[in-house]
């Protein structure tokens, strides 16, 4: 809030339009209906000290608020330009010449509220009383002398207290509004200084407790997580609190808050078809097998089951999804209507991470520089733009089989499974067991089968890939139905699931209606479409 003091001047309506224009809060006193005390209780961004009859030393708390030194921006015009230098041991004398409504030449030093001025300019006078020059005290600078040699402009030195002897809101004042807007913009930029002190300290503050072990309440860690994706954390501060979380061990409370911070900074997808199902596992498991996931997902849509496939390049394997994507053809360089477009005419849109989480410029560089896994190798899989409530996610460790279900419940999940294979896989198994976290309308339970329960058992051995390419060849194997082996049965397997977390409907049963999507061609004719859809304006 701008605080105008109204020393009973008409003047007062023009400087309060004025400054409306650029700063919509502002309050208006007059000098006798207020006390310095309340004024500094209101806490005013910048003040403006109006014109009026009278000396300054009669101007009541106009003359109180300059004597108080305080740190807010000032602007005092006429009269309050007399204010000024008064109350920094100024004298006031009688002018050379008694003007009213008066115009003259005035030249400034094009600095602070006089920046980008023509120079000189002509400005409108009302005044009898001047500053005089020869006892200026040193605390003050002149700043702008008119052509008949009076002080018209007055600045202290080391504070932004400015003072103006002619009238800026007079309409025949030249430029005279763009020095109103050049104090406002003085009073936002100490605005945002302040600001931007608080916001660090409240940041120092947050890493502090967690470099102590303190656990961090969901609105805490949503909180850092504004400051990080808003860049107003330095990249030494987003690495200190990066660390002491990983050191500490992140809680489902912190990752949560991250999340919702996150999504509310992510390019949303939208669309009104429900359930949408996503299969974007964490990676990182080093098993170096084919694109399991994503094979799954054309299984999955071709069910009739929409697919958001989040997804990005590789980090630790083979290939990552994006890249097995574009050596099938698919156009991953898509924006949100296009993505939206693939999702309701093919079934599956595929949501390429760094297009949609534009605000993770701020982190990038610290990732790499650090090199460690970090929370936002837990974030990237379960912050899916499309904000779906149906996920099978694969993970590499057996902590965050821990770690993620009680996030997905607190981020209203509806049916979605955390599964980590026996074997160290981070997908389903089809060699040994696997642990499922069954996440269903807020109740989390803990399940585990068996592939060979379903005869979907076989060799990770047989999974494994050197390329992007090779990945992309055995994807199209799968999907044409020519290759019957463990890989068809890993992408069964992992398919089955995504369909019973999306239909609630028994899990033999699930791998059954996979099979099925494969045997009819319809997961195929899916990638197909997908390639043609994401391709059209190529």
Same mark, same amino acid.
């Given at each position: 809030?701008?605080? =105008? *003091?109204?020393?009973?001047?008409?003047?007062?309506?023009?400087?309060?339009?004025?400054?409306?224009?650029?700063?919509?809060?502002?309050?208006?006193?007059?000098?006798?209906?207020?006390?310095?005390? +309340?004024?500094?209780?209101?806490?005013?961004?910048?003040?403006?000290?109006? #014109?009026?009859?009278?000396? !300054?030393?009669?101007?009541?708390?106009?003359?109180?608020?300059?004597?108080?030194?305080?740190?807010?921006?000032?602007?005092?015009?006429?009269?309050?330009?007399?204010?000024?230098?008064?109350?920094?041991?100024?004298?006031?004398?009688?002018?050379?010449? =008694?003007?009213?409504?008066?115009?003259?030449?005035?030249?400034?030093?094009?600095?602070?509220?006089?920046?980008?001025?023509?120079? !000189?300019?002509?400005?409108?006078?009302?005044?009898?009383? @001047?500053?005089?020059?020869?006892?200026? !005290?040193?605390?003050?600078?002149?700043?702008?002398?008119?052509?008949?040699?009076?002080?018209?402009?007055?600045?202290?030195?080391?504070?932004?207290?400015?003072?103006?002897?002619?009238?800026?809101?007079?309409?025949?004042?030249?430029?005279?509004?763009?020095?109103?807007?050049?104090?406002?913009?003085?009073?936002?930029?100490?605005?945002?200084?302040?600001?931007?002190?608080?916001?660090? $300290?409240?940041?120092?503050?947050?890493?502090?407790?967690?470099?102590?072990?303190?656990?961090?309440?969901?609105?805490?860690?949503?909180?850092?997580?504004?400051?990080?994706?808003?860049?107003?954390?330095?990249?030494?501060?987003?690495?200190?609190?990066?660390?002491?979380?990983?050191?500490?061990?992140?809680?489902?409370?912190?990752?949560?808050?991250?999340?919702?911070?996150?999504?509310?900074?992510?390019?949303?997808?939208?669309?009104?078809?429900?359930?949408?199902?996503?299969?974007?596992?964490?990676?990182?498991?080093?098993?170096?097998?084919?694109?399991?996931?994503?094979?799954?997902?054309?299984?999955?849509?071709?069910?009739?089951?929409?697919?958001?496939?989040?997804?990005?390049?590789?980090?630790?394997?083979?290939?990552?999804?994006?890249?097995?994507? %574009?050596?099938?053809?698919?156009?991953?360089?898509?924006?949100?209507?296009?993505? %939206?477009?693939?999702?309701?005419?093919?079934? *599956?849109?595929?949501?390429?991470? !760094?297009?949609?989480?534009?605000?993770?410029?701020? @982190?990038?560089?610290?990732?790499?520089?650090?090199?460690?896994?970090?929370?936002?190798?837990?974030?990237?899989?379960?912050?899916? #733009?499309?904000?779906?409530?149906?996920?099978?996610?694969?993970?590499?460790?057996?902590?965050?089989?821990?770690?993620?279900?009680?996030?997905?419940?607190?981020?209203?999940? +509806?049916?979605?499974?955390?599964?980590?294979?026996?074997?160290?896989?981070?997908?389903?198994?089809?060699?040994?067991?696997?642990?499922?976290?069954? =996440?269903?309308?807020?109740?989390?339970?803990?399940?585990?089968?068996?592939?060979?329960?379903?005869?979907? $058992?076989?060799?990770?051995?047989?999974?494994?890939?050197?390329?992007?390419?090779? $990945?992309?060849?055995?994807?199209?194997? @799968?999907?044409?139905?020519?290759?019957?082996?463990?890989?068809?049965?890993?992408?069964?397997?992992?398919?089955?699931?995504? @369909?019973?977390?999306?239909?609630?409907?028994?899990?033999?049963?699930?791998?059954?209606?996979?099979?099925? $999507?494969?045997?009819?061609? +319809?997961?195929?004719?899916?990638?197909?479409?997908?390639?043609?859809?994401?391709?059209?304006?190529?």
């Amino acid at each position: 809030m701008i605080l =105008i *003091i109204d020393n009973y001047d008409s003047f007062i309506y023009n400087i309060a339009q004025y400054v409306g224009e650029f700063y919509p809060e502002i309050k208006v006193f007059r000098n006798d209906k207020i006390t310095l005390d +309340r004024i500094l209780s209101l806490n005013p961004a910048g003040i403006i000290i109006s #014109p009026g009859p009278g000396r !300054p030393e009669d101007s009541k708390v106009s003359l109180d608020i300059i004597k108080n030194e305080s740190d807010i921006p000032l602007l005092g015009v006429c009269l309050g330009h007399q204010g000024i230098a008064y109350g920094y041991e100024g004298e006031i004398i009688g002018a050379k010449n =008694i003007l009213h409504g008066k115009a003259s030449i005035i030249h400034h030093n094009s600095k602070d509220i006089f920046e980008g001025l023509s120079n !000189p300019i002509s400005a409108i006078r009302y005044h009898s009383l @001047v500053v005089k020059r020869e006892t200026l !005290p040193d605390t003050l600078e002149i700043t702008a002398e008119s052509d008949d040699g009076e002080i018209m402009g007055l600045k202290v030195k080391g504070k932004d207290i400015y003072g103006v002897q002619f009238h800026p809101e007079s309409i025949l004042t030249q430029e005279g509004k763009t020095i109103i807007k050049n104090f406002v913009n003085i009073v936002k930029k100490r605005q945002e200084i302040k600001h931007s002190d608080k916001v660090s $300290s409240r940041i120092k503050e947050i890493i502090t407790a967690v470099s102590n072990g303190e656990k961090l309440r969901r609105e805490e860690a949503r909180e850092m997580m504004d400051y990080i994706m808003q860049g107003k954390a330095t990249p030494a501060q987003v690495a200190a609190y990066l660390v002491s979380l990983k050191i500490k061990g992140e809680t489902p409370e912190e990752i949560v808050g991250s999340a919702e911070s996150m999504f509310n900074s992510c390019v949303r997808v939208e669309t009104n078809i429900y359930p949408i199902v996503d299969t974007c596992g964490s990676g990182g498991d080093k098993s170096c097998s084919f694109n399991i996931s994503t094979a799954s997902a054309f299984v999955v849509a071709g069910a009739g089951v929409a697919v958001a496939k989040h997804g990005n390049r590789s980090m630790t394997s083979k290939s990552g999804s994006a890249d097995v994507l %574009e050596k099938l053809g698919v156009n991953i360089q898509l924006g949100k209507e296009e993505v %939206e477009e693939c999702i309701r005419e093919a079934g *599956i849109g595929f949501i390429f991470a !760094p297009l949609y989480h534009p605000a993770m410029k701020h @982190v990038a560089p610290v990732r790499r520089e650090i090199g460690i896994r970090t929370l936002f190798n837990i974030l990237g899989p379960i912050v899916n #733009p499309a904000g779906v409530k149906h996920h099978v996610m694969g993970v590499f460790s057996k902590e965050l089989l821990e770690l993620i279900p009680p996030v997905f419940n607190s981020m209203g999940h +509806r049916h979605s499974l955390v599964i980590h294979g026996e074997d160290g896989m981070d997908e389903a198994s089809i060699e040994g067991k696997t642990y499922v976290k069954e =996440i269903y309308e807020g109740k989390i339970v803990d399940r585990t089968f068996d592939a060979r329960e379903f005869g979907l $058992s076989g060799k990770i051995q047989n999974l494994k890939v050197n390329s992007p390419e090779e $990945s992309a060849k055995i994807i199209l194997d @799968v999907l044409k139905g020519k290759e019957k082996g463990d890989a068809r049965k890993a992408v069964v397997l992992n398919a089955g699931l995504a @369909v019973y977390a999306a239909q609630d409907i028994p899990l033999d049963k699930a791998f059954k209606v996979a099979q099925e $999507s494969i045997d009819s061609g +319809r997961a195929y004719a899916t990638l197909e479409k997908l390639i043609t859809i994401s391709n059209r304006k190529i």
